[in-house]
């Protein structure tokens, strides 16, 4: 160790030189790397890779002081030769040249990270010792300690960074910091802002590199502050968040950030294709905000594939403007509402705080619920997206049931809902079609539209392209029958006259 001004411990590594020239000339940076004068910039690099590996903490066979005074000969040498510049004026002048044009050492600071893999304890100078060239660390002045200890971010560390934000499942914002450093004190009101208000909703840490180097070295930090966003994909690269740091700039450029796995929806349709698509409770949010609420975002993102979530936006919070879907139920604004998938009625409204532990607490109750009750009924909008999904296409051997509607007759929607319901655990498919949208359906089935509004009911067995059309009233007995005699072997007498069509063919 070297003790500096004011009885500071300062560490230091002492480093034989491997190579050396007569005194007076320097090193011979060719013979370091073992290329002759003439060698290419390319021939130059691919040496330096094969010395620095060979003299790598990790790989050399030789004492510690010696890998060291090798390694740091072999950067040198890389750094000469590879710089036009500084090549020329050492081909005529060595070394010494270098030394009086003041390019002598390179970076200490990158050679020191490279060698050691981790960062410095503040600046980093190379000097000439007794025994060689040595790394001196000068070490910092000033506070330490973390800042962000009793907030609502997480202070990280190389126990814990591994597994919260290398091997994450959900979005990391991340804040490297020193607390000696005047940027970082500034913005430290400001970042504890942001951990507040999106506290239970995204993921907000930091990392004390004066404390934590390796963490900061092995995540290619250097400066300070610097902040970066870890995706909900693990084995994705970070990206450099270049926002303002002001708490409501740099809140709203991560909520912009979030995954949202909430489907938009603004029209009566879209929610029926929602509600179509949905696995497991299907939830919407009544809002009058433009965007998706960073809640709901970040409910959605823990419930993808377990619940459906949606969203209903700009929504009239007064209710003197409303919207469609705001009309068609009715609710107040904001509201979160659990959904009948078959009839897309209102079973349930959240009545409690909107706060995340509250709504994950509910949105588990009712996937729990739903679980225990198995099977939901559906009744699943037929188009080209089924088939391509392979539901009632030509290579499906399962029985398809299709209600081709024309209108709206409750007494009808009644039965279907009553059959659904019925026939939730049994392998058939049950569909339903707009013919008013598409009349080339009803051609495929060689069905024509009467002149009255007239809804209709199909047998379909597409790998065998036969079919049978119910006859007589759309009622539920009638409907059950019908469905549990060509369950039972009733034969389908009709084949199919062309390919199924959508839309006006």
Not at 8 to 21: E, H, V
Request: with cysteine; aromatic share 10%; net charge negative.
């Amino acid at each position: 160790f070297l003790v500096g001004r004011g009885g500071a411990m300062r560490a230091a590594w002492f480093l034989t030189l491997a190579w050396g020239a007569e005194a007076g000339k320097g090193r011979d940076f060719y013979k370091i790397l073992g290329v002759s004068r003439k060698a290419t910039k390319a021939e130059i690099k691919e040496a330096y890779r094969a010395k620095a590996l060979e003299f790598h903490p990790d790989k050399c066979e030789l004492d510690t002081e010696q890998c060291q005074a090798k390694f740091i000969d072999v950067s040198d040498a890389h750094e000469v030769l590879t710089d036009p510049e500084k090549r020329k004026v050492y081909n005529n002048q060595g070394e010494d040249g270098l030394k009086e044009d003041g390019k002598q050492q390179g970076n200490a600071e990158a050679m020191f990270r490279q060698f050691f893999g981790r960062e410095p304890n503040g600046k980093v100078r190379m000097r000439q010792g007794p025994f060689g060239m040595q790394f001196e660390e000068m070490g910092e002045e000033g506070p330490s300690a973390n800042l962000y200890d009793d907030t609502k971010v997480v202070e990280l560390d190389s126990n814990t960074f591994k597994p919260f934000v290398l091997q994450r499942d959900e979005p990391w914002l991340v804040l490297f910091y020193k607390p000696n450093n005047d940027d970082c004190q500034e913005m430290k009101n400001d970042y504890t802002k942001v951990g507040e208000v999106l506290d239970e909703i995204v993921k907000i840490g930091a990392v004390n590199c004066r404390q934590q180097r390796s963490v900061c070295s092995e995540s290619s930090v250097t400066e300070f502050p610097a902040i970066r966003w870890f995706s909900e994909v693990a084995d994705a690269d970070p990206e450099i968040v270049e926002s303002d740091t002001a708490h409501k700039a740099l809140g709203k450029w991560v909520t912009q950030r979030m995954p949202d796995y909430a489907r938009i929806v603004g029209e009566k349709r879209e929610m029926k294709a929602f509600l179509d698509n949905s696995t497991g409770p299907a939830v919407v949010l009544f809002t009058d905000k433009h965007h998706t609420p960073p809640l709901w975002k970040a409910l959605s993102r823990e419930f993808h594939n377990r619940a459906s979530l949606s969203t209903v936006l700009h929504c009239d919070k007064s209710g003197v403007f409303k919207t469609i879907l705001q009309k068609e139920y009715d609710v107040a604004i904001p509201t979160v509402a659990l959904l009948d998938p078959l009839d897309g009625k209102i079973i349930e409204k959240f009545d409690s705080s909107l706060k995340k532990p509250v709504m994950s607490l509910w949105m588990r109750k009712h996937i729990a619920k739903g679980k225990a009750a198995g099977p939901v009924a559906t009744f699943k909008e037929f188009n080209t997206d089924r088939i391509e999904e392979g539901i009632c296409s030509e290579s499906d051997s399962r029985f398809c049931f299709l209600w081709l509607k024309a209108g709206a007759d409750p007494k009808v929607e009644e039965a279907m809902r009553g059959l659904a319901t019925k026939y939730r655990t049994d392998p058939i498919h049950l569909l339903w079609a707009n013919t008013e949208l598409n009349p080339a359906l009803l051609e495929s089935f060689g069905l024509e539209q009467q002149d009255d509004v007239m809804d209709f009911f199909v047998a379909y067995r597409p790998k065998r392209k036969k079919f049978k059309v119910h006859e007589g009233p759309l009622r539920l007995e009638d409907l059950d029958n019908f469905v549990d005699n060509v369950l039972n072997g009733g034969p389908l007498t009709a084949k199919l006259p062309k390919k199924i069509q959508f839309g006006e063919g």
